[in-house]
T-cell receptor, first 110, second 117 residues
Framework: QKEVEQNSGPLSVPEGAIASLNCTYS??????FFWYRQYSGKSPELIMSIYSNGDKEDGRFTAQLNKASQYVSLLIRDSQPSDSATYLCAVISYGNKLVFGAGTILRVKS | ETGVTQTPRHLVMGMTNKKSLKCEQHLGHNAMYWYKQSAKKPLELMFVYSLEEGVENNSVPSRFSPECPNSSHLFLHLHTLQPEDSALYLC????????????????FGPGTRLTVL
């Protein structure tokens, strides 16, 4: 079983819609969760971090964490073509390593 | 621009060559990392260097060897690589070692695109 799993996509949404990106993880003791955005040919950049169950909002982005279900998601409201990128979920896992998922490709169509 | 630079940005090498990748950060961070990113695969942590722990090898073959002469510079020495080692090599840094309770953000450099012929 992969430690961090994401649907590879691509996930296509129309401009202005809500994009919902999902991630599951296998290590029950994980405490820290991150979402990175990576544009094609560029390096990852951190957009959200979340440590407690519930929602965390930052502008158009909302991260949701459910530790009981081992599930973390990222919602992007009012999606823009500039949001088109690969979104990487990362979890601090056993051994205090930051483990990444393979990423979900998001395409926002105007 | 995140404050983490990497050189070279692109590198083509033969299997018998020896080359080095360089990473530099002037953010005052105390932990630096090497990651490998292959197509369609997750980012793989290769090495961690931190003031607290020194160099930590994440089960990486010996044809890759890190060197950290000071807290601002990190090298990845390459020798007798294989074609399957072709990938994007990313350097990152954080204020302290991510893990051990730290939640410090990791900042990534632009990466070195490595091709092994």
């Amino acid at each position: 079983q992969k430690e961090v799993e994401q649907n590879s996509g691509p996930l296509s949404v129309p401009e202005g819609a809500i994009a919902s990106l999902n991630c599951t993880y296998s290590d029950r003791v994980s405490q820290s969760f991150f979402w990175y955005r990576q544009y094609s040919g560029k390096s990852p950049e951190l957009i959200m971090s979340i440590y407690s169950n519930g929602d965390k909002e930052d502008g158009r982005f909302t991260a949701q964490l459910n530790k009981a279900s081992q599930y973390v998601s990222l919602l992007i409201r009012d999606s823009q073509p500039s949001d088109s990128a690969t979104y990487l979920c990362a979890v601090i896992s056993y051994g205090n390593k930051l483990v990444f998922g393979a990423g979900t490709i998001l395409r926002v169509k105007s | 621009e995140t404050g983490v630079t990497q050189t070279p940005r692109h590198l083509v090498m033969g299997m018998t060559n020896k080359k080095s990748l360089k990473c530099e950060q002037h953010l005052g961070h105390n932990a630096m990392y090497w990651y490998k990113q292959s197509a369609k695969k997750p980012l793989e942590l290769m090495f961690v260097y931190s003031l607290e722990e020194g160099v930590e090898n994440n089960s990486v073959p010996s044809r890759f060897s890190p060197e950290c002469p000071n807290s601002s510079h990190l090298f990845l020495h390459l020798h007798t690589l294989q074609p399957e080692d072709s990938a994007l090599y990313l350097c990152a840094s954080s204020l302290s070692w991510v893990g051990a309770g730290s939640t410090d953000t990791q900042y990534f450099g632009p990466g070195t695109r490595l091709t092994v012929l």
